[in-house]
């Protein structure tokens, strides 16, 4: 690991500002005088408008603009939000409707924009909100996942966005059919709303040629296309910008129509305007995440080795296709289909359907989490139906490290892996011989102990390729241009710190420049884990590009041939000459010779492979059957993330991702009553985790490098999440299933498992 990082656990530099109030966030550097945004949104769940009067906002104090649909089909905004579509199993297309910037005649979600009002003040927006006349004829509400009920879309007469499949549909019905045993059961995925700690938020300026977006998002090139094709700007005037982000987990990587709005406001008031949601505003309008219900069939042979899988699966769009939101349960939860297991007769049924709920898009995993916990939720019930010791079932259908590289039934390609060997670690981390006396000690005091395991695998997404500049300025300090987006995990630490490592430039003389469309020339933004493992890669190839450039230039200096002139990672040596410059003294010769292209080098490099990140989380919970309280008492961790650039940044992306699985299996959920109200819209009614809902967290690692990129590094940014929901989810099964329970779905609220019990009592009885 010497040549690509150091594996130090070097503190976060950044930490230092976000915690004394220095954080530059979007709502903290909006221009000043900018007149405030405020969306009006509609309180029902589906139906016609009727009437949408803004004449007496529009004269309300303060007020310098109000938007409806009609006023942007008359400026000519007529472009509605992009979104991807999957192609059905008959080949066709999946439903695209038209998603709107504001409502146009109908609502279908509570909380879609209807009208947009900017003001000098934020209560003087509100104010005139109020004064708008909206009268909205009901519709019926649909929000079950079936086909039928009041059309949302006429694209989508029956609600049905798509029937999508993958697989040999044949092969894996005869393999199951010829499967010595077959488990069958039915898994609930529950919606979860993302609430990350900033809320959305941006501000526009525009200056009569070029509009200037800056939003909390998790990228800048997506943004600034969108809004030049919805604008009709040429994209060479559109800028978009990231400040500081606080928070994304994939909601924030698509755009939303408050930016739209915003930027055609500041163009058309020759202003600049902003807006930022607030907490309730954004449990209602952020993308949701998970919300699938799954029919999965899984087949053994004699030896109870895994030999067929089959899923089906039905998932919630929202009202709309959001970005990705066809893509998140179809393309992206196949790429671990099969997770871990040798299996190649597989197939996966996936049937979208709209809803009048809001959109459903990536959360932290992206479909990745829900695969895994789909999987292993169903070996948990496996294991158990056949007889077998969980932790043996899973062995018995583990890819063996000889079978690398393995390809998948879905065409991925693991490149390598050693499954047992990371189990085995498991097992003694999480002290898997002493949980029978921790059983035996709970049960002492009238409580329910269990134990769930969760084996992973993740597919690193998004874009392979990625660029890096590095810039030698007069001060003797260094920038580094990078193309992903920080929003919290770190990079400005990790990327100075392994340029460092890899020219000897000191850490503290390197600044990272990042999120702005004007200064970076291309980049594809974060998401997919896939931010650390492609820019260091191009930071790589830029390095490389930067001895080469200053090799020729130092042979003249040192009199020298230029086969003769090394790089060790901190000085330029070469035999017979004492001159041995570091990188920084060589720039300074550069510019002192007005060698100003030695002062600038950049390169793009892309991956031929994915990595693929893997572990086994171990969790153990304690239940009060009286109450239902479910007490997590015990959680660990093993990965193999391949070589670590920053372990302490590693450990604290699994500890925040364990947070979130944890927080979807015992307590968050999203609720809605029959008319589509969301009943679960502020923190009094949607429990989020607190600290003490969690333990000290055991985090080890057992490394094998990848081979996909030349540093040996897999992602880690999502692995927390995609372990923790199954692992917590079996930990309460097991502990459940000795009381007669035999079906548990999340969230593992108190009610809920004290009915469980209740309920399993009544059928014994």
């Not at 939003?215 to 296309?225: E, H, L, R, S, Y």
């Not at 809004?227 to 990231?242: G, S, W």
Request: glycine content about 10%; proline content about 4%.
């Amino acid at each position: 690991m010497e040549k690509f990082g150091k594996s130090q656990p070097v503190k976060r530099v950044e930490d230092v500002r976000f915690l004394t109030g220095h954080g530059q966030y979007v709502d903290d550097i909006a221009p000043e005088g900018a007149l405030y945004g405020f969306v009006l949104r509609s309180s029902v769940a589906h139906g016609t408008i009727t009437e949408l009067d803004v004449s007496d906002a529009r004269e309300a104090p303060g007020v310098h603009l109000v938007l409806t649909a009609a006023d942007l089909a008359e400026a000519g905004v007529t472009e509605g939000m992009v979104a991807t579509v999957v192609d059905n199993r008959d080949g066709t297309k999946g439903a695209a409707p038209r998603r709107p910037l504001l409502a146009e005649g109908k609502v279908r979600f509570v909380g879609e924009p209807v009208a947009m009002i900017f003001a000098d003040s934020l209560a003087e927006a509100r104010d005139a909100a109020e004064m708008i006349v909206l009268d909205i004829d009901d519709l019926p509400a649909k929000l079950d996942l079936t086909a039928g009920g009041t059309a949302l879309h006429d694209a989508a007469p029956d609600n049905r966005a798509f029937d999508w499949g993958l697989g040999d549909e044949g092969a894996c019905q005869s393999a199951l059919e010829g499967a010595a045993h077959v488990v069958r059961m039915e898994v609930k995925d529950n919606r979860v709303i993302v609430n990350s700690m900033e809320p959305r938020g941006c501000f526009a300026e525009w200056d009569g040629t070029r509009l200037h977006l800056s939003v909390n998002g998790q990228g800048v090139w997506g943004p600034k296309g969108q809004l030049a094709k919805i604008l009709k700007l040429d994209e060479a005037n559109v800028r978009v910008t990231n400040p500081d982000v606080g928070g994304g987990f994939g909601m924030k990587a698509m755009t939303y129509p408050e930016y739209f709005l915003c930027a055609h406001a500041a163009m058309k008031l020759g202003r600049p305007v902003r807006w930022m949601s607030e907490r309730t505003e954004a449990m209602l309008s952020d993308n949701a995440g998970r919300d699938l219900v799954h029919e999965v069939a899984l087949g053994f042979d004699e030896n109870l080795k895994l030999v067929a899988y089959r899923v089906d699966t039905k998932c919630n769009l929202g009202a709309y296709n959001s970005q990705f939101g066809q893509p998140i349960q179809t393309q992206l939860f196949s790429r671990v289909l099969t997770g871990v297991y040798d299996v190649q007769d597989a197939y996966l049924h996936v049937e979208g359907y709209y809803t009048n709920t809001t959109q459903v898009d990536a959360y932290r995993g992206a479909g990745r989490p829900e695969a895994i916990y789909l999987l292993e939720r169903a070996m948990d019930m496996a294991a158990r139906e056949l007889g077998i010791d969980g932790w043996d079932l899973r062995r018995r259908s583990f890819i063996k490290a000889d079978q690398f590289p393995y390809a998948t039934t879905v065409g991925e390609t693991y490149d390598v892996g050693d499954f047992h060997r990371v189990l085995d670690h498991a097992a003694r981390t999480a002290d898997l011989g002493g949980f029978a006396a921790r059983c035996k000690a709970s049960e002492a005091r009238g409580k329910l102990r269990g134990m769930g395991l969760c084996y992973y695998i993740e597919s690193i997404l998004g874009d392979p390729s990625e660029g890096a500049k590095v810039e030698f300025n007069e001060d003797g300090t260094v920038f580094i241009y990078v193309g992903t987006q920080s929003n919290g995990q770190g990079h400005e630490t990790v990327y100075a710190k392994f340029l460092s490592d890899q020219t000897g430039i000191p850490f503290e003389k390197i600044t990272v420049i990042q999120g702005d469309s004007d200064r970076i020339e291309k980049g594809g933004g974060t998401g997919g884990s896939r931010s650390v493992t492609v820019q260091n890669n191009a930071t790589l190839a830029t390095v490389d590009k930067m001895i080469a450039a200053f090799t020729p230039y130092l042979a003249d200096k040192m009199g020298v041939k230029e086969a003769d002139v090394s790089f060790d990672d901190e000085t330029f040596r070469a035999p017979g000459s004492n001159l041995t410059p570091t990188m920084l003294e060589a720039a300074e010769m550069a510019r002192a010779d007005g060698r100003d292209d030695l002062l600038v080098h950049q390169a793009r490099a892309t991956l031929e492979a994915r990595s693929f990140p893997n572990g086994a989380h171990v969790a153990e919970v304690e239940i009060d059957p009286d109450t239902g309280v479910v007490t997590l008492d015990r959680y660990s961790v093993v990965d193999d993330f391949g070589n670590l650039i920053n372990p302490m940044l590693a450990e604290g992306q699994v500890h925040g991702g364990v947070a979130q699985g944890v927080g979807q299996a015992l307590t968050e959920s999203v609720v809605y009553d029959a008319d589509g109200q969301l009943l679960t819209a502020t923190f009094m009614d949607y429990a989020m985790p607190r600290a003490d809902d969690l333990p000290m967290i055991a985090f080890e690692t057992e490394p094998v490098p990848s081979t996909a990129n030349i540093m040996g590094m897999k992602g880690c940014g999502e692995a927390g999440t995609v372990g923790a929901m199954a692992a917590t989810a079996n930990a309460v099964f097991d502990a459940l299933w000795t009381r007669g329970v035999r079906r548990a779905d999340m969230p593992f609220t108190p009610h809920r498992v004290w009915k469980m019990l209740n309920d399993a009592m009544e059928t014994a009885a």
